[in-house]
């Protein structure tokens, strides 16, 4: 298992927005989470990327306990996270968005040697760009783009870091369902492409569906479920948490 | 050759060559070393607020310890220009390096009041106790010599230190910007979150962008008493410091070269009004606003306000 979540729990003052959730993802799988607005999956995203600490329960990437690292020494490790609000670098270029990401990896990052160094890595942003239909707006301003392009440059710049695990928080959030299918297709290419292991958190079922080869369902804060996207679309606890109970 | 580019290189030419225009006097001269010397240290402060996006309010600290750390020296009969600069380095190191640690925990109009409370604390110290001659300085300081025998003693050697400064500045702040470093800073700036998230320890690297500021600012404060002949606590004032900032902004943040022309702008602007009238704050201010309302880029505001430019050709 490339990440283990084992009985995770989070509280924020009275709300437990996590009680003991656990599962596991295998390598190379497209490990999706769903669930209701405010089941709590963003803050089990953010748990997993390393932005909280859980009160309770463990988290192991990669076979190392990693709850509680900060981000930025995640990330170094391997797990790259997208954000569900566009977090990009507004007013550089597209390219040099996705250069600042991708020489993250290099060897002089972090030393002394960076305060001279260029880090050459064109060879690896041009790809990227390439893939995701950004290379003919490369000297835009990220600002510019529209934002469907906005939402691929954000996983350009988590992708660009090289990771063994992408988490994506609803990487189509504001797409049309034009772009929605055409972006999770992508997403399923490049993910096979590269071997990478996919952890999606979403609250549109059908997005999940077709890509993942596992889903999880989250409803106020506790897994109510988890299999393949057959059995969770059959499951009637499932069905009744998004037709019943939390409005979505 | 290939770091500066062909356009500082023909204006370091020509600054070189201006002691040679007729009619060039000790005072303009002496004018322009203030001149170049406010341009460096405004250059140096862009690194932090054009590039990293943080606003110090203290630099005058870096520059008045700095000052101070030549004076000293000087006093007690050492009077190696480069001693004395590397004492500037150490002295302002270590100070910068405390400032710099508490400072950059926070961001934005914290980090630029945790600057200016170190800086109001050192100047408070230098200016209410005796121990470097408290309001007065250090006075009457002999010249610093560059080797043994050579002294420092003419406005045009004095001019020429402060152009080797401005261009050693100007070549370390330009590496910086274009190296693997300075990309960092500028994603800081730009967003510190996300660039936590690519892996990126924010804290050292807006840390190591304060140090190379506040050395490069101490440094120019080392040189000042080598010409005007002594160290002041107003060298700290939290003016001095708004002054720097201002220049920053009248040439362009993050360009280097605007806050140069900011800066020597600055200074020729004071000097030539206070000339004539007793209240030239009044003149400059109104001037400054001129220049915010309709430049708001600053004065080389046309070209691109931005930290990769000369990343872009090589895309």
């Given at each position: 298992?490339?990440?283990?979540?084992?009985?995770?729990?989070?509280?924020?003052?009275?709300?437990?927005?996590?009680?003991?959730?656990?599962?596991?993802?295998?390598?190379g799988q497209v490990f999706s989470v769903i669930g209701p607005n405010g089941a709590g999956k963003s803050t089990l995203f953010n748990v997993v990327a390393g932005h909280y600490t859980p009160e309770a329960g463990r988290v192991h990437f990669d076979g190392d306990d990693v709850t509680g690292v900060p981000p930025e020494r995640l990330n170094r490790r391997g797990l790259a996270k997208t954000f569900q609000i566009t977090n990009v670098f507004p007013e550089i270029s597209v390219a040099d968005n996705v250069r600042v990401a991708a020489q993250s990896r290099a060897p002089e990052s972090g030393r002394l040697a960076s305060l001279w160094r260029r880090t050459e890595v064109d060879h690896l942003t041009r790809p990227l760009l390439e893939a995701f239909g950004l290379a003919g707006r490369r000297e835009a301003l990220a600002r510019d783009l529209s934002h469907g392009e906005q939402r691929y440059l954000e996983i350009c710049l988590a992708l660009a870091t090289a990771p063994k695990l992408l988490l994506l928080?609803?990487?189509?959030?504001?797409?049309?369902?034009?772009?929605?299918?055409?972006?999770?297709?992508?997403?399923?290419?490049?993910?096979?492409?590269?071997?990478?292991?996919?952890?999606?958190?979403?609250?549109?079922?059908?997005?999940?569906?077709?890509?993942?080869?596992?889903?999880?369902?989250?409803?106020?804060?506790?897994?109510?479920?988890?299999?393949?996207?057959?059995?969770?679309?059959?499951?009637?606890?499932v069905i009744d948490a998004y037709l019943g109970g939390a409005d979505d | 050759m290939r770091v500066l580019g062909w356009r500082a290189v023909v204006v370091f030419a020509l600054l070189a060559a201006l002691p040679l225009v007729?009619?060039?006097?000790?005072?303009?001269?002496?004018?322009?070393?203030?001149?170049?010397l406010f341009g460096a240290i405004a250059m140096s402060l862009d690194l932090l607020m054009g590039y990293t996006g943080l606003v110090s309010f203290g630099h005058a600290a870096f520059y008045g310890l700095g000052a101070y750390a030549t004076a000293i020296l000087l006093e007690r009969g050492v009077q190696s220009v480069w001693a004395c600069l590397a004492f500037a380095v150490v002295v302002v190191g270590l100070y910068a390096l405390v400032v710099a640690y508490f400072a950059t925990a926070r961001r934005g109009i914290y980090f630029a009041l945790l600057t200016l409370i170190f800086a109001e604390v050192v100047y408070t110290f230098f200016r209410y106790t005796q121990t470097f001659g408290g309001s007065d300085g250090i006075q009457g300081l002999p010249d610093a010599t560059i080797l043994p025998?050579?002294?420092?003693?003419?406005?045009?050697?004095?001019?020429?230190?402060?152009?080797?400064?401005?261009?050693a500045a100007y070549a370390v702040c330009r590496v910086v910007v274009a190296s693997h470093f300075g990309r960092v800073l500028v994603a800081i700036?730009?967003?510190?979150?996300?660039?936590?998230?690519?892996?990126?320890?924010?804290?050292?690297?807006?840390?190591?962008?304060c140090m190379i500021s506040a050395i490069l600012t101490g440094i120019g404060g080392g040189i000042y008493p080598m010409r005007s002949a002594f160290a002041t606590p107003d060298l700290m004032l939290w003016t001095e410091s708004g002054e720097f900032i201002i220049s920053v902004m009248i040439g362009g943040l993050g360009t280097l070269v605007g806050p140069v022309v900011g800066g020597v702008f600055f200074t020729l602007l004071r000097d030539k009004v206070s000339s004539f009238v007793d209240w030239y704050?009044?003149?400059?201010?109104?001037?400054?606003?001129?220049?915010?309302?309709?430049m708001p880029r600053g004065l080389l505001g046309y070209r691109k306000v931005l930290g990769f430019s000369q990343w872009r050709a090589s895309g």
């Open positions: 298992m490339i990440l283990e979540v084992d009985a995770v729990s989070k509280r924020f003052g009275a709300l437990a927005a996590l009680t003991r959730v656990s599962f596991a993802v295998a390598p928080d609803e990487p189509t959030a504001g797409m049309t369902p034009g772009e929605t299918r055409e972006a999770t297709a992508l997403i399923r290419a490049i993910a096979l492409e590269r071997g990478l292991t996919v952890l999606l958190i979403e609250h549109d079922m059908s997005v999940v569906m077709g890509i993942s080869d596992r889903v999880a369902v989250l409803h106020f804060g506790e897994k109510i479920a988890e299999g393949t996207p057959e059995q969770i679309r059959n499951d009637p606890k | 007729p009619g060039m006097s000790r005072y303009y001269l002496l004018l322009a070393f203030d001149a170049l025998g050579v002294p420092l003693d003419t406005p045009l050697k004095k001019y020429y230190l402060v152009f080797v400064y401005l261009l700036r730009e967003n510190e979150d996300r660039a936590r998230f690519l892996g990126y320890n924010v804290a050292r690297y807006k840390m190591g962008a704050f009044i003149v400059i201010g109104l001037v400054l606003v001129v220049i915010v309302l309709f």
